[in-house]
């Protein structure tokens, strides 16, 4: 093959007898969103002094490395790669209040600044968030329309924790629901399930759709990491949207299999049972053992694990329609990694990026009495939820 654009483009053969293609949506210019002068999440100044690399924890590092991962293994040209248009205003202003954008795009334009709760932004931060947004628009038509079998959208800046009107926890717009909003707005999908399996609560998502019954939103995390108040397991959503909100928090340390047992217990019943013609993954990498802004064990294999049941279930619930959207992930060393295998798994791909830690790792993972301890709490919790 002399064109390797083209190659890039060619249905591949997968695990099975089916062609399939996994879309891939990035975009260089996500990773030069730029945050102001921060020590780990703590601004500089009086006694905390400048990092030398500096900044916040959410840099462009995590997510290019994990890229330059699948582009030295090869699994890159399996995947047809593309980018995306910015989110229009008529698609931001389906979640966020036209006062928030409006000042958004002022504070943007003048040199940046910080709207919400140590989220702050450079010059033109604006337009980056809505490019970010874009790709998760895009990749969630492709697969809507049947153009793609499923994708992965590599966001930056993140969305799960973003509030109409409020941004928070690294992020500026509420990419998820604004992909949501679209594809519904175009007939594309009427049924969505966001399962969020980023180690922090997906308190945005939760948000904008608590009262409607037409978007299940699940969200796996840590218990009282962030936000500290919010992802209460009796937070089962208002009114209409009653019901159709799950919150799991889990105890700090749960590892592989604790993770793989919420998957079992919880999500897919709770999946199964709504329906969807569509599900999307927040998909964060901060579960992983070496994060540094959680206390969880999953690793890399967890990560490719979880992909691969909610993949089969995709399979059998709506066609394999299936987006992941990236979230968060803070180890520059260890997300690659994470990333690679989940991409992998999505994509049914024999391409394999070994991790190097998980010797390691694996050692490292509960005890089998804390492991009981942490899979009967899952157990209650799924009782308590009627699962
Ligand atoms: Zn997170």
Request: contains cysteine; hydrophobic residues 40%.
């Given at each position: 093959?002399d064109?390797?654009a083209?190659?890039?483009?060619?249905?591949?053969?997968?695990?099975?007898d089916?062609?399939?293609?996994?879309?891939f949506?990035?975009?260089?210019?996500?990773?030069?969103?730029?945050?102001g002068?921060y020590?780990?999440?703590?601004p500089?100044g009086?006694?905390v002094?400048p990092?030398a690399?500096?900044?916040?924890?959410?840099n462009?590092?995590?997510?290019?490395?994990m890229?330059?991962?699948m582009?030295?293994?090869?699994?890159?040209?399996?995947?047809?790669?593309?980018?995306?248009?910015?989110?229009?205003?008529e698609?931001?202003a389906?979640?966020?209040?036209e006062?928030?954008?409006?000042e958004f795009?002022r504070?943007?334009?003048?040199?940046?600044g910080d709207l919400?709760?140590a989220?702050?932004?450079a010059?033109?931060?604006?337009e980056?968030?809505?490019?970010?947004?874009?790709?998760?628009?895009?990749a969630?038509?492709?697969v809507a329309?049947?153009d793609l079998d499923?994708?992965y959208?590599?966001?930056?800046?993140?969305?799960?924790?973003c509030l109409p009107d409020?941004?928070?926890?690294f992020c500026l717009?509420?990419?998820?629901?604004?992909?949501i909003?679209?594809?519904?707005?175009?007939?594309?999908a009427?049924?969505?399930?966001v399962?969020?399996?980023d180690v922090h609560?997906?308190?945005?998502?939760?948000?904008?759709y608590?009262?409607?019954?037409?978007?299940l939103t699940?969200s796996?995390?840590?218990?009282g990491?962030?936000?500290?108040?919010?992802?209460?397991l009796a937070?089962?959503?208002?009114?209409?949207?009653?019901g159709y909100?799950i919150?799991?928090?889990?105890?700090?340390?749960s590892?592989?299999?604790?993770?793989?047992?919420?998957?079992?217990?919880v999500v897919?019943?709770?999946?199964?049972a709504?329906a969807p013609?569509?599900?999307?993954v927040?998909?964060?990498?901060?579960?992983?053992i070496?994060?540094p802004l959680a206390r969880?064990?999953a690793?890399?294999?967890?990560?490719?694990?979880?992909?691969?049941?909610i993949?089969?279930t995709?399979?059998?619930?709506?066609?394999?329609?299936l987006?992941?959207v990236?979230?968060?992930g803070y180890?520059?060393?260890?997300?690659?990694f994470?990333?690679?295998?989940?991409i992998?798994a999505?994509a049914g791909s024999k391409?394999?990026?070994p991790?190097?830690m998980a010797?390691?790792l694996?050692?490292?993972?509960?005890?089998p009495?804390?492991?009981?301890?942490?899979?009967?709490?899952?157990d209650?919790?799924?009782w308590?939820?009627?699962?």
């Open positions: 093959m064109n390797p083209a190659l890039r483009h060619l249905p591949r053969k997968d695990e099975g089916h062609t399939m293609t996994t879309g949506f990035w975009d260089e210019r996500c990773f030069w969103h730029a945050g002068n020590a780990f999440t703590m500089v009086g006694l002094q990092l690399a500096g900044g916040l924890p959410e462009p590092e995590t997510k290019r490395r890229k330059n991962l582009e030295v293994t090869g699994l890159f040209d399996e995947l047809d790669t593309r980018s995306a248009a910015p989110a229009s205003r698609a931001l389906r979640v966020h209040p006062s928030y954008l409006d795009k504070l943007s334009d003048a040199g940046g919400g709760h989220v702050p932004f010059r033109g931060g604006y980056l968030a809505a490019l970010s947004a874009g790709l998760a628009i895009a969630v038509d492709a329309r049947g499923n994708a959208a590599l966001s930056r800046p993140p969305g799960h924790h409020l941004p928070n926890g717009l509420a990419n998820i629901a604004i992909a909003e679209a594809a519904q707005a175009k007939g594309l009427k049924r969505v399930v399962l969020d399996w609560h997906g308190n945005g998502t939760e948000a904008i608590y009262d409607r019954d037409d978007v699940i796996l995390h840590q218990e990491n962030y936000p500290i108040d919010t992802g209460g937070d089962r959503g208002r009114g209409a949207g009653g909100n919150n799991l928090p889990m105890h700090a340390g590892g592989h299999t604790a993770y793989l047992h919420a998957m079992d217990r897919i019943p709770a999946i199964e709504f013609d569509m599900i999307i927040a998909c964060g990498y901060d579960a992983a070496v994060d969880m064990q690793t890399a294999a967890t990560f490719a694990e979880m992909t691969k049941r993949r089969d995709a399979d059998k619930l709506c066609d394999g329609k987006v992941l990236h979230e968060g180890s520059e060393a260890y997300v690659p994470c990333g690679h295998a989940t992998a999505l391409i394999d990026a991790d190097p010797r390691s694996h050692a490292r993972q509960p005890s009495a804390f492991d009981a301890f942490l899979r009967q709490s899952i209650d919790m799924a308590q939820l009627d699962l």
